[in-house]
């Protein structure tokens, strides 16, 4: 079946340790996102990429940094420069920038 | 900067009652707008999109939106609620004429009494 996957579903980490998000994608989609999600503050943007090995930081992009090396893969690494890294991480796709976006189901990401 | 508001944090309706989530939006132009809605803990799902055109758009699950470019407004509707509705549900927008940032509002809880 055609989709985002998003690995792992939970992530636990150490303070200080960095952490690498996987998130693959087999609709043959240009465009890849990276979305926070916090309680109450709905969804923000932390990178995306309209093509292949060329990436743009979004609103919140500190403490993070992406690669796109392959059309179906945006990895997101949360360095331990992130000071608060706990949240809900979702990756999304999308045929052209100009159009809807298709999201993974998410990774919930635990720094303890 | 665009910007989307959702005023109401929590919204509460019986089933079988209508519900109306409203939501609206900040830019010069008309943009593209979007409903999704959230399950706990999954990620989100594409109810209905108006890029242009007809002004009431259909969706998905029964849902309905209408955009109102004087008030910019998106509002989201359903006649007949169900309890498997209650979820969270986010109003986003993306500029048009090669925009590149897909904005979301903070999000409307619905609970749903049965």
């Known amino acids: 079946d055609g989709g985002i996957t998003q690995s792992p579903k939970y992530l636990f980490r150490k303070e200080g340790q960095n952490v690498t998000l996987s998130c693959e994608q087999n609709l043959n989609h240009d465009a890849m996102y990276w979305y926070r999600q916090d309680p109450g503050q709905g969804l923000r943007l932390i990178y995306y990429?309209?093509?292949?090995?060329?990436?743009q930081k979004g609103d919140i992009a500190e403490g993070y940094s992406v690669s796109r090396e392959k059309k179906e893969s945006f990895p997101l690494t949360v360095t331990s420069a992130q000071k608060n890294p706990t949240a809900f991480y979702l990756c999304?796709?999308?045929?052209?920038?100009?159009?809807?976006?298709?999201f993974g189901q998410g990774t919930r990401l635990t720094v303890v | 900067a665009q910007s989307v508001t959702q005023p109401d944090i929590h919204i509460t309706v019986s089933e079988g009652a209508s519900l109306e989530l409203r939501c609206n939006y900040s830019y010069g132009a008309t943009p593209y707008l979007f409903w999704y809605v959230q399950s706990p803990g999954q990620g989100l799902q594409l109810l209905l999109k108006y890029f242009s055109g007809d002004t009431l758009v259909q969706g998905i699950k029964g849902f309905e939106a209408e955009f109102k470019r004087s008030q910019s407004s998106f509002n989201l509707r359903k006649p007949s609620v169900h309890w498997s509705d209650a979820a969270e549900y986010f109003c986003a927008v993306r500029l048009t004429g090669g925009g590149n940032k897909l904005t979301f509002g903070t999000g409307t809880q619905l609970k749903v009494e049965l």
């Open positions: 990429s309209q093509i292949v090995n060329d990436f």
């Open positions: 999304a796709s999308s045929p052209q920038m100009n159009t809807e976006a298709f």
